[in-house]
């Protein structure tokens, strides 16, 4: 994705009309800068925003901009992609206790793949991240990032989940606690959109957080991902 987002850019990247992207832009009150004699939005400010509006878009809403993002990206949309990545990638720690534990055992354990190197990096952008606005959504998970992907050096993209013992206080809005942490290192901005409405959306299906509570281990998690994925892949 590239640092300066034309009106058109964005309607791709949220599955919508130029008119329905003028309005949703001009109603959280995107700035918009002059590039190359085009009125364009930053592309940080685009991330940062749909991040948070993705939680709060209609299913309808959500599948468009999967798919919209995927074919930008250049994703099979039918793939069961989040099982694939999460597998071998499921982790339970033992002693987690508190959001800055949890950053600094994802950033650790994150490193450990290869897919990163510099874990003090990684924790300075999550934290970042966290510290300007948290990540943790109503239903009690919450979707981890870096602020700025693009200060890390990422060998390949990276998505695991981290199931501590307890909830945590980890910064949700109404105060509920987080049990689920889905950590996303998506160098890919257009990757990064198709992954976020994918997971928005199976944090939807009807009993899936439960199930993943309640899963004995990370075989049994896994299972319970690709089931909701073929759900929200199967032919409508």
């Known amino acids: 994705m590239k640092t300066f987002l034309t009106l058109t850019d964005t309607a791709k990247c949220m599955g919508m009309s130029l008119q329905e992207a003028a309005r949703e832009t001009g109603r959280a009150g995107l700035k918009t800068v002059l590039f190359q004699g085009q009125k364009c939005f930053l592309r940080s ?47 339970t720690p033992d002693r987690v206790g508190t959001r800055s534990s949890m950053l600094r055992y994802m950033a650790a354990e994150a490193c450990r793949t290869g897919a990163l190197y510099d874990t003090a990096a ?13 990540t943790a959504l109503r239903c009690g998970a919450a979707l981890v990032h870096p602020l700025d992907v693009r200060k890390l050096f990422v060998e390949q993209s990276l998505l695991m989940l981290f199931r501590p013992p307890h909830p945590l206080p980890f910064g949700e809005e109404s ?62």
């Not at 924790?123 to 948290?134: G, I, K, P, V, W």
């Open 45 to 91: 400010d685009i991330l940062d925003w749909l991040t948070r509006e993705f939680g709060s878009l209609a299913a309808d809403r959500l599948a468009l901009a999967e798919q919209s993002n995927a074919e930008t990206a250049g994703i099979d949309s039918g793939t069961l992609l989040v099982t694939e990545m999460l597998s071998g990638n499921i982790v």
């Open 122 to 134: 990684l924790l300075e952008q999550l934290t970042l991240r966290e510290q300007a606005a948290s």
């Open 175 to 236: 105060g509920r606690l987080t049990s689920l942490f889905f950590l996303m290192i998506f160098p890919v901005a257009n990757e990064h959109l198709h992954m976020l409405a994918r997971l928005n959306r199976l944090l939807r299906l009807h009993g899936f957080v439960d199930s993943m509570l309640s899963a004995p281990g990370p075989t049994e998690m896994l299972d319970i991902v690709r089931e909701g994925e073929h759900e929200l892949c199967a032919p409508s």
